[in-house]
């Protein structure tokens, strides 16, 4: 099938081409039947269910004697009790026995033609290398490491060395400033820093260990620094502090045993910032992570042995963590580790990676794909024969961009699954199963298996049933790979997440604190729709529309690359919207295009929602994982440009500037 012919019908799962049969299909049932089958099980018997798929995808070195205690009201979970297994050992020894030639890592390096590969064998020789110099600068067990790293293999062998040796990954983005670093090391207490003298992206070179450099002025507790050295440049250097990588790994054998950690125990913290307040580290612990990062590679991507898998996060992202390194590595396939941006040196770049290393799976964000489909068709070049599932990630994804990834990136030919989750779920909640499930442009389908998802009335909590519904969404069951705890603020975590509704984890995201939680709404055949956080539905005379709806309208518009809507107070309406554009080919606004738009939005969602002004910018204010920052543009709007609060997750802090003149300037 190449095109969506059945207008707003779903797109049915087995319309294409498979290599082997998706894992689900089997006795006689259609993959679809048995993912149905097999959710009714997940939820009725959860122990007995993440039981035994703890068992078949991963290798403990103990079993565990309970799978699951405590409850979502107490805040107390904790899974696979008495199992001890080590991530290391589950991501890398078991292939390097098993299939040491085979490829794990793909490094494509910023510059097109470089990089390197590096087999299951050679993955654990360099882990093992790692390792021993983290032990050397005193690293134990329950120690917390940080990374401040680009995208380079030695990145995702730093995380594997760290949970070889049992010490907890802390990984920055490295786009982070000083002062966000600074924090992040304080708060736990890290003593080591793994970095690199320079960073490259988009044939750019950043100076991170001079940014390193800054943060320790105010780090007492670090001792000592380890330096990937990925250019030539010289950098400031504390004698006994600061070594370099490639030297001090020269120094150890090829093998270190793994230790032993209890299912329990923390794998890594992940910060996510909030407007104001400290930023969180949210804790995941070892066997429930890795149980969720396996079963949704093996299920919700359909991993199989021989496949590639390109996920374009950056390991700074929860993203990067679960499906650059985690899952691909748990399942044993080979994992593209990409330095560059999808913009360098051309728009194809992606769409030659794929190419050149036949990938099968290939997992981005919205943000990414909307440049992309701005820069033109001409650049979506190559066969992509290989391709089999298109991800998208990090917010909802637009139909017109999911039509776009599906007939122009995909041909058709790949299926196209809008996975929905967040930091602290740790791995998939939401999302279709590739190769199982029907998909509806724009939905992110149905829950992964044990996920009981809710839809809750935020004023008074109570769980709105059946179809056709929207509030916000919430989950009724705790699944493995839930994050434990905020470092060492375990109150913080229950009053975010688990007190706002009693008895629900509560989908209250961390990225923006100013957020109350994701909207969502289930449809007559019970898919379910992420429709943006609540507090970006717009009442407007009494129609609440989400701003994702009024978006979604203006993106279908042929001359529209981007669009953020946000709501303003209304002495008649009560609000209404006001959107904030990024045209194609950065063409000029006239008053025809300003109409079109305006006359689309009336057509496709009704007079009311039409934006009351609109502002063509050059870019909108977006974090480093492509989620637009709505709350810049509410608080410049209302002139409250000094009180922006915590813009340092912007991947480009100047657009603000250029914004506040747009809008000083007049729509
Ligand atoms: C994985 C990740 C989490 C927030 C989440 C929601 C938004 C993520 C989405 C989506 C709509 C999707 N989000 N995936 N919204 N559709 N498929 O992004 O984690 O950075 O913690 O952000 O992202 O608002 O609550 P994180």
Same mark, same amino acid.
């Given at each position: 099938m190449s095109t969506l012919t059945n207008g707003s019908g779903p797109v049915p799962a087995?319309?294409?081409?498979?290599?082997?049969?998706?894992h689900l299909e089997s006795n006689g049932l259609s993959a679809f039947e048995n993912y149905k089958r097999l959710h009714e099980q997940s939820i009725k018997n959860p122990s007995e269910f993440w039981g035994s798929l703890a068992r078949d995808l991963l290798t403990w070195s103990k079993d565990f004697d309970i799978v699951r205690r405590g409850s979502l009201e107490r805040g107390d979970l904790s899974w696979f009790l008495g199992g001890e297994l080590n991530a290391c050992y589950n991501?890398?020894?078991?292939?390097?026995?098993?299939?040491?030639?085979?490829?794990?890592?793909?490094?494509?390096?910023?510059?097109?033609?470089?990089?390197?590969?590096l087999t299951y064998d050679d993955l654990l020789r360099e882990v093992c290398q790692l390792s021993y110099v983290l032990k050397d600068m005193g690293v134990k067990k329950g120690d917390t490491v940080a990374i401040y790293m680009p995208m380079v293999p030695e990145a995702i062998i730093a995380l594997l060395a760290c949970v070889r040796i049992g010490a907890v990954h802390s990984v920055i983005f490295a786009g982070f400033s000083s002062d966000s670093l600074r924090d992040r090391i304080n708060d736990a207490k890290c003593k080591v820093v793994l970095t690199a003298n320079e960073s490259k992206r988009g044939g750019k070179t950043h100076a991170i260990k001079h940014i390193v450099d800054k943060a320790l002025v105010e780090c007492p507790a670090v001792t000592s620094v380890l330096v990937f050295?990925?250019?030539?440049?010289?950098?400031?250097?504390?004698?006994?502090?600061?070594?370099?990588?490639?030297?001090a790994v020269k120094k150890w054998p090829a093998y270190i045993a793994p230790e032993r950690m209890n299912a329990e125990d923390p794998l890594f913290l992940l910060y996510t910032s909030g407007s104001t307040g400290k930023p969180k580290g949210v804790l995941h612990s070892?066997?429930?992570?890795?149980?969720?990062?396996?079963?949704? %590679?093996?299920?919700?991507?359909?991993?199989?042995?021989?496949?590639?898998?390109?996920?374009?996060?950056?390991?700074?992202?929860?993203?990067?963590?679960?499906?650059?390194?985690?899952?691909?590595?748990?399942?044993?396939?080979?994992?593209?580790?990409?330095? %560059?941006?999808?913009?360098?040196?051309?728009?194809?770049?992606?769409?030659?990676?794929?190419?050149?290393?036949?990938?099968?799976?290939?997992?981005?964000a919205p943000t990414a794909l909307r440049l992309l489909k701005k820069s033109?068709?001409?650049?979506?070049? %190559?066969?992509?024969?290989?391709?089999?599932?298109?991800?998208?990630?990090?917010?909802?994804?637009?139909?017109?961009?999911?039509?776009?990834?599906?007939?122009?990136?995909?041909?058709?030919?790949?299926q196209i699954v809008d996975t929905y989750w967040q930091t602290e779920t740790g791995s998939h909640v939401i999302a279709p199963l590739a190769g199982a499930t029907p998909t509806k442009p724009g939905a992110a389908s149905f829950p992964f298996f044990g996920i009981e998802p809710a839809i809750l009335d935020a004023a008074t909590g109570e769980e709105i049933d059946g179809a056709n519904v929207e509030g916000v969404l919430a989950f009724k069951q705790a699944w493995p790979s839930m994050a434990r705890t905020v470092w060492g603020a375990h109150d913080r975590y229950m009053d975010t997440y688990l007190r706002p509704f009693k008895g629900y984890y509560f989908s209250r995201p961390t990225q923006n604190s100013q957020y109350t939680g994701d909207g969502a709404s289930r449809d007559k055949d019970g898919f379910y729709w992420i429709g943006g956080r609540m507090d970006d539905i717009i009442n407007v005379s009494g129609h609440r529309i989400s701003t994702a709806e009024i978006e979604a309208a203006l993106i279908e518009d042929f001359t529209v690359a981007e669009a953020a809507v946000v709501a303003v107070q209304d002495e008649i309406t009560g609000q209404a919207s006001v959107a904030f554009l990024t045209l194609k080919d950065h063409r000029a606004v006239t008053p025809e295009i300003r109409d079109e738009l305006i006359l689309q939005?009336?057509?496709?969602? %009704?007079?009311?929602?039409?934006?009351?002004?609109?502002?063509?910018?050059?870019d909108l204010p977006k974090t480093r994982s492509g989620k637009i920052m709505r709350r810049v543009l509410r608080k410049i709007l209302a002139g409250e440009q000094d009180q922006l609060g915590d813009t340092s997750t912007l991947s480009d802090p100047t657009v603000v500037e250029r914004i506040i003149a747009a809008v000083q300037a007049g729509p």
């Open positions: 087995d319309a294409f081409a498979h290599p082997s049969k998706p991501c890398v020894d078991r292939h390097a026995f098993a299939t040491p030639d085979k490829v794990a890592l793909i490094y494509e390096a910023d510059e097109p033609e470089h990089g390197r590969v050295k990925r250019t030539e440049s010289e950098v400031q250097w504390i004698p006994g502090r600061d070594h370099w990588w490639q030297e070892t066997g429930g992570y890795l149980v969720g990062a396996a079963a949704t %590679g093996k299920y919700v991507f359909d991993i199989h042995d021989s496949d590639s898998f390109f996920c374009g996060g950056d390991i700074g992202w929860i993203t990067g963590h679960t499906y650059v390194v985690y899952a691909p590595l748990l399942l044993g396939v080979s994992t593209i580790v990409f330095e %560059g941006s999808p913009m360098y040196p051309n728009p194809s770049r992606y769409w030659n990676i794929i190419d050149k290393h036949n990938v099968s799976h290939f997992y981005v033109g068709d001409q650049h979506v070049t %190559g066969d992509r024969a290989h391709l089999r599932v298109l991800g998208s990630v990090g917010e909802p994804i637009a139909p017109e961009v999911w039509k776009w990834y599906f007939e122009v990136v995909g041909k058709g030919q790949a939005v009336r057509r496709t969602i %009704g007079p009311f929602a039409a934006p009351r002004r609109i502002y063509v910018v050059d």
